[in-house]
């Protein structure tokens, strides 16, 4: 049985196809300004990569701030229950999720079952996101794959002191003009992320062990400095990016093998 579980994400849009409860093929591509566009491209490259017509799909789970562009899902199901599910599945000592997306950033506590127990969520600001890092990347003039490396080799940190996005950024101007190293301007900005993200993992309570999702989970700056405030090791899955689409196709197995849930 083939079914495909999909995350229509502010910057990316992860399609996942599972078979028989395996991961068969997943794809990651940009959102842009159209995600029921995004949607669609991204499933019909995953059908593609696969060598499967979408009829074959036993059932279509869409998650993520779009979720609801794609009309051909059986179910939609929020990015709580998706980023829970799939970074249970992959790591089952998960306790604690930590997704750091494009706009918003989570903090999902489970339990030995991998239920949700309890979350946080900050929408409402881009600070403490990937954008707050895109933002700052082009204002370094740096690739935002690149960050991470840079910051590896900073030998200090520098306080970032604006909470706003757009006071950051011409913060960081500032400081390129003052002539500071841009690794440690970089190591500046993961720091302050790490800091935000550490206020809303507090007031969740954090559990052992912990799982970093989402593309800024890519970057080993971040993934340092939320490692070192927690004090905790982070489980970073091989392809970060891809767990709330993985967890969305976990759920439309369920709901494929178990009819009457589709309602
Ligand atoms: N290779 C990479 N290295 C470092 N950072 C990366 C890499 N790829 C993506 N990112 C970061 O990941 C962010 C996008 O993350 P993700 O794809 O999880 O967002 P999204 O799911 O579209 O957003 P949201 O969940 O908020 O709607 C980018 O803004 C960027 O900062
Ligand atoms: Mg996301």
């Known amino acids: 049985m083939i079914v495909a579980g999909m995350d229509i994400g502010s910057i990316t849009t992860e399609t996942v196809l599972l078979r028989d409860g395996e991961i068969f093929t997943s794809v990651i591509l940009p959102t842009g300004a159209n995600s029921r566009m995004a949607a669609e491209r991204s499933l019909s490259a995953a059908l593609e990569k696969a060598g499967v017509i979408q009829e074959e799909l036993a059932a279509i789970v869409t ?150 999702t989402g593309g800024v989970a890519k970057n080993e700056g971040v993934a340092r400095a939320l490692g070192d405030r927690l004090g905790v090791a982070l489980y970073i899955p091989p392809e970060p990016q891809i767990i709330g689409a993985l967890g969305a196709a976990l759920l439309a197995r369920e709901l494929a093998l178990l009819p009457d849930a589709k309602n």
Do not use: W
């Open 63 to 212: 998650t993520g701030y779009g979720r609801a562009s794609f009309a051909g899902a059986t179910k939609m199901i929020t990015e709580i229950t998706c980023h829970a599910r799939g970074a249970f599945f992959v790591h089952p000592r998960t306790r604690t999720v930590i997704d750091i997306g494009g706009q918003d950033s989570k903090v999902i506590r489970l339990d030995s079952q991998g239920r949700n127990v309890d979350f946080q969520m900050n929408d409402k600001c881009a600070a403490g996101t990937g954008r707050f890092l895109e933002v700052m990347a082009h204002a370094l003039e740096v690739k935002v794959e690149d960050l991470g490396r840079l910051s590896q080799g900073a030998p200090r940190t520098i306080k970032i002191s604006s909470m706003c996005t757009v006071f950051a950024e011409s913060e960081v101007v500032s400081l390129i003009a003052e002539g500071q190293p841009k690794e440690v301007i970089i190591r500046g900005l993961h720091d302050s992320i790490a800091d935000r993200i550490l206020g809303m993992v507090n007031r969740v309570g954090v559990e052992e062990e912990v799982t970093l």
